[in-house]
């Protein structure tokens, strides 16, 4: 059966049947003993152009379309912003000495940080001395930072009012006595101080004290911060017989009277 080879040439390119000798390995080669790989089989002629193998021009798509989805989602970021953290809402409270005002608000959930300070006065920039003077116009106050979506400041006010301090007392709160240790509330906003006053006409309504609330409502014109030895003061020196009798029942109370807004990791202060 023939296909179409030329039967009596050989198929080797002298025409014979034997395989040509090969240049031993020390020897050089010439040109004409060099295969020649098709020029197909690393570039596709076409026409006067030249083609990408296949498999190297879908690598190159597949990176063009990382790159286009991460720029895309990077505009869409920039124009539509990053979730934004929670609005901090600041309320001053006022009801003795602040050792334990700061310390059962540095208990509760929700509050981010809990300062000593002076509020109310007439006098810029007052010393400690200068408050407990009486002569400043200053109550020993301390300023709450809360996020109201973990606390309401209506769960504050409640907090204030039953187990922080006696809003029944005027000017006075326990053993300490003057103006300096009166009941008040500094608002900072119109909604504060509606809501302040709304609370404090239902706990009269309900006759939730047997004495007449004193405690004062006011727009808060400038907070001082305390000297660095109050801050924290019930914390550190919770053996202290003034803070055993006079504050840490206060935290006690709040633990047994709110517990799911109470915590024992500590607010922070300024």
């Not at 103006?179 to 900072?188: G, M, N």
Request: with cysteine.
């Amino acid at each position: 059966m023939s296909y179409g080879i030329n039967q009596a040439q050989g198929p080797y390119n002298d025409g014979s049947n034997e395989l040509p000798d090969q240049p031993a390995l020390d020897q050089p080669v010439s040109p004409d003993q060099v295969p020649v790989v098709p020029e197909e089989g690393i570039w596709k002629k076409y026409s006067s152009h030249y083609e990408f193998p296949l498999s190297l021009l879908t690598a190159i798509m597949l990176h063009l379309l990382a790159v286009m989805v991460v720029v895309a989602y990077m505009a869409i970021a920039f124009y539509f912003g990053s979730p934004k953290p929670p609005d901090m809402e600041t309320i001053v409270f006022a009801g003795g000495c602040f050792w334990g005002i700061q310390s059962v608000f540095q208990h509760t959930k929700g509050v981010v940080s809990a300062t000593s300070g002076y509020a109310g006065g007439n006098v810029a920039k007052p010393s400690y001395e200068d408050v407990s003077s009486g002569q400043t116009g200053h109550a020993e106050s301390v300023k709450v930072v809360f996020d109201p979506s973990q606390v309401s400041y209506e769960q504050l006010l409640k907090i204030f009012f039953s187990v922080a301090h006696d809003p029944t007392e005027l000017n006075r709160q326990g053993p300490d006595v003057g103006t300096q240790y009166r009941s008040a509330v500094f608002y900072l906003t119109d909604a504060q101080k509606q809501e302040t006053e709304a609370y404090i006409a239902q706990l009269g309504a309900a006759h939730a004290y047997k004495q007449p609330i004193v405690t004062q409502v006011a727009k808060l014109k400038e907070f001082y911060r305390a000297e660095d030895y109050h801050q924290n003061y019930a914390e550190l020196h919770p053996d202290q017989p003034y803070i055993a009798i006079n504050d840490a029942p206060k935290v006690v109370n709040l633990k047994k009277s709110f517990p799911q807004l109470y915590t024992d990791k500590l607010a922070s202060h300024e």
